[in-house]
């Protein structure tokens, strides 16, 4: 491995040979010092294995994070930790392995065949750790426990309505939320990291529950000033060469509404492409176009006056939202109390009148 390509990919910079000793320098600069000291060693090197009890699992959550990120960089602020910290907690693990876990080609890092399979092993303790982490709150019942929930961006802003009841009803539970877009939920279910998956379109797969848990109408806004805002009944065809603000390429929403649009043959034109919902209503109000939105998103400010709905034919796509998981999971306590709970509170929501 060469150390300029190392250094590139970690954004490292030119120090002084004559630097001896880690002590001699500031914790920020001692993945430097590491990298040119003993550049093939950073990443672990073979040598003999140390006891693998001395591994932790800190360094094993190190490990995931570089490896699923496959950056160092990115593992670093996920975790709050430093670059420097990260490198090191990797290079002691692949030491006490006493064999390589990551290789670098190029710019770009990947596993090992010994890295993949730690990565395996360290999937297959954190499932019992959570399992062990399951059984104990469902003895102490609601009094404790932890949740980790996998969202997307719409339903996260949806969700986030209920959680302060929820947590105000069960203090003692613990609520982690990641926000993931539809790419993201599918490797993390896969790998079966969270309690919940909610989502848009579960995936059509043997070993998948999904169970629907609100309904999803995708409805057109618009600044209350526009051309159209004042038109009772806007056929489709009338959507023709008009300006959008839209999500990305192979986002649910954004799939749904070219189906409708193809299903008429008509051509919009995207002005602006975002990656964020919040961002897209906003933009919305500021007049750099149109869009189409969950009616859950965008209901306070049609409300208030903001934005206001367009009644295009078509319009609203009636989806889903989904509450997910593998078949093979037994859900905690915890986990099925805040599904039914999520059930039973959306029915109190306001519905998008017909």
């Given at each position: 491995m060469g150390?300029?390509?190392?250094?590139?990919?970690?954004?490292?910079?030119?120090?002084?040979?004559?630097?001896?000793?880690p002590n001699d320098l500031p914790a920020q600069s001692l993945l430097q010092w590491i990298s040119t000291t003993e550049a093939t060693n950073l990443l672990g090197s073979p040598r003999s294995p140390r006891s693998l009890k001395q591994l932790t699992l800190h360094q094993l959550r190190v490990f995931e994070a570089a490896a699923r990120y496959r950056s160092f960089t990115r593992a670093a602020k996920e975790l709050d930790l430093t670059q420097p910290t990260i490198s090191m907690q990797i290079k002691q693990l692949a030491d006490l392995v006493g064999m390589p876990l990551f290789e670098q080609v190029g710019k770009q890092v990947f596993l090992t065949g010994v890295g993949q399979e730690m990565l395996t092993a360290s999937y297959k303790m954190f499932?019992?750790?959570?399992?062990?982490?399951?059984?104990?709150?469902d003895l102490k019942g609601l009094s404790q426990g932890h949740l980790k929930i996998a969202t997307i961006s719409p339903i996260n802003t949806f969700v986030s309505r209920l959680l302060s009841p929820f947590c105000q009803r069960y203090p003692g539970i613990e609520i982690s939320v990641d926000l993931m877009n539809s790419e993201q939920i599918f490797n993390q279910l896969a790998e079966n990291t969270h309690d919940l998956?909610?989502?848009?379109?579960?995936?059509?797969?043997?070993?998948?529950?999904?169970q629907s848990f609100v309904d999803n109408p995708l409805v057109v806004v618009a600044p209350p000033y526009h051309r159209l805002a004042t038109q009772a009944h806007i056929p489709i065809s009338q959507m023709e060469g008009e300006q959008f603000v839209m999500r990305e390429i192979g986002s649910a929403t954004r799939r749904a509404?070219?189906?409708?649009?193809?299903?008429?043959?008509?051509?919009?034109?995207?002005?602006?492409?975002?990656?964020?919902?919040?961002?897209?209503?906003?933009?919305?109000?500021?007049?750099?176009?149109?869009?189409?939105?969950s009616y859950h998103m965008v209901m306070n400010e049609v409300a208030n006056g903001q934005l206001?709905?367009?009644?295009?034919?078509?319009?609203?796509?009636?989806?889903?939202?989904?509450?997910?998981?593998?078949?093979?999971?037994?859900?905690?306590?915890?986990?099925?109390?805040?599904?039914?709970?999520?059930?039973?509170?959306?029915?109190?929501?306001?519905?998008?009148?017909?």
């Open positions: 150390l300029d390509g190392f250094s590139q990919e970690y954004g490292l910079e030119t120090i002084h040979k004559d630097i001896d000793s499932e019992k750790i959570a399992e062990f982490e399951m059984r104990i709150a998956y909610l989502m848009c379109e579960p995936p059509e797969e043997p070993g998948i529950y999904s509404v070219k189906a409708l649009l193809d299903q008429h043959g008509v051509s919009v034109r995207v002005q602006l492409e975002v990656g964020n919902n919040e961002a897209i209503k906003q933009m919305v109000m500021y007049g750099l176009g149109i869009s189409v939105l206001v709905l367009l009644n295009v034919e078509g319009f609203p796509i009636n989806r889903n939202w989904y509450a997910v998981y593998p078949l093979s999971k037994q859900l905690s306590v915890v986990a099925s109390t805040f599904l039914q709970y999520l059930k039973s509170e959306v029915k109190s929501f306001p519905v998008l009148a017909a």
